[in-house]
């Protein structure tokens, strides 16, 4: 039979990581004056299938806060919520996606796994060396678009 002892020695630890983990549910809770992003990315005149967009600012924003975020991109669409959102300021914005799996690295990542590789389909000028750049203002951006070339 459990004793009530054997429920409060357990049931405690659970209890406060419960309470810890429920504010970051709530948002950023850095009172950073965050606003939604969201818009489409093209290459080539099509939706990227798949993906991920990235922000890092440029400084630091009037408000004195720098914050970077990012979001995945499905069927060409991404969308950063206002609670993980991006305060006013100038962005660098980089873009990726990968391919089907091409290969191996010669490095084990365990004894006898190796990690898969995938090809960036995104050239290097819009995400390792990109110079896309966003203004977002208040009131955020709800159109913003990145047309990309493959060549």
């Not at 299938?49 to 669409?77: H, L, M």
Request: proline share 7%.
């Amino acid at each position: 039979m459990v004793g009530r002892n054997h429920w409060r020695s357990w049931s405690r630890p659970f209890l406060v990581a419960a309470v810890l983990a429920v504010p970051g549910c709530w948002g950023s809770g850095d009172d950073a004056p965050r606003e939604s992003v969201s818009g489409t990315v093209t290459l080539d005149g099509k939706p990227l299938a798949t993906g991920a967009i990235r922000f890092s600012p440029t400084g630091v924003s009037s408000s004195g806060f720098a914050v970077g975020g990012g979001d995945a991109i499905k069927n060409g669409k991404f969308s950063i919520a206002r609670e993980a959102g991006l305060v006013p300021g100038t962005y660098r914005v980089s873009i990726y996606s990968g391919d089907a799996i091409v290969g191996r690295p010669k490095t084990n990542v365990a004894p006898g796994r190796f990690a898969q590789v995938a090809k960036e389909m995104v050239p290097f000028k819009y995400n390792a060396q990109s110079t896309l750049t966003a203004n977002v203002p208040k009131g955020g951006l709800s159109d913003l678009r990145f047309d990309l070339q493959s060549k």
